[in-house]
């Protein structure tokens, strides 16, 4: 069974610091790595999706990386701010197996 | 602006009766999903439809019924079977066809959700 394991459930950082957020899966055949955020009570909305034959996206001070090997992709968030606080999850896409997200990170950027 | 909209944003309802969770896009998707996110759990999807008139289940669809008569449009029913529907429900959609295809590129797009509260 695919397992989409997000660590640590949450964050806390001070203002302008770089951060990564890790997402490791368990099966190697993967076809996409998409990275969400949610605001508390909102939807989800797509920051990066990374395809299967790509290494990483970038989106501003966003970049995603997957590492298909290792069973890794990270978001990288450059210079935090207290707008980036919200919980982050990532999402595998299987093949042939279903959509599995991982529980996410709740991020806290303080000023 | 395209999108997907979820109506109402809070609902409650008492223990015992149905209730409708509507789910509208005008992205012209294939297909759509609804997911259910408890605190401490993350998303587990419910059901999902690749085309209209066909849905399948996911992995908690026991107390949920949908229906996918048009292809902007996935209800979903929260009946009184389901014995803990409170929750924040979530529907999604994407323009390929299918949960389990093998040719994806495009991202899932969400809704905002509707927030049940069942007593």
């Known amino acids: 069974k695919q397992e989409v394991t997000q660590i640590p459930a949450a964050l806390s950082v001070p203002e302008g610091e770089n951060l990564v957020l890790n997402c490791s899966f368990t099966?190697?055949?993967?076809?996409?790595l998409q990275w969400f955020r949610q605001d508390p009570g909102k939807g989800l909305t797509s920051l990066l999706l990374i395809q299967s034959s790509q290494r990483e996206q970038t989106s501003g001070r966003l970049n995603a990386s997957l590492d298909k090997s290792s069973g890794r992709s990270t978001l990288y968030i450059a210079a935090s701010q207290p707008g980036d606080s919200a919980t982050y999850l990532c999402?595998?896409?299987?093949?042939?197996?279903?959509?599995?997200f991982g529980k996410g990170i709740t991020l806290s950027v303080r000023p | 602006d395209g999108g997907i909209t979820q109506s109402p944003k809070y609902l409650f309802r008492k223990e015992g009766q149905n209730v409708t969770l509507s789910c509208e896009q005008n992205l012209n998707h294939d297909a759509m999903y609804w997911y259910r996110q408890d605190p401490g759990q993350g998303l587990r999807l419910i059901y999902y439809s690749q085309i209209v008139n066909d849905f399948q289940k996911g992995d908690i669809a026991e107390g949920y019924s949908v229906s996918r008569e048009k292809k902007e449009s996935f209800p979903l029913t929260v009946t009184s079977a389901q014995k803990n529907p409170t929750a924040f429900y979530l529907c999604?959609?994407?323009?390929?066809?299918?949960?389990?295809?093998?040719?994806?590129?495009?991202?899932?797009?969400f809704g905002n959700g509707t927030r049940l509260t069942v007593t």
């Open positions: 999604a959609s994407s323009p390929l066809g299918g949960h389990r295809t093998s040719s994806y590129n495009s991202p899932l797009h």
């Open positions: 999402l595998f896409w299987g093949a042939n197996s279903k959509l599995t």
């Open positions: 099966d190697s055949a993967i076809y996409n």
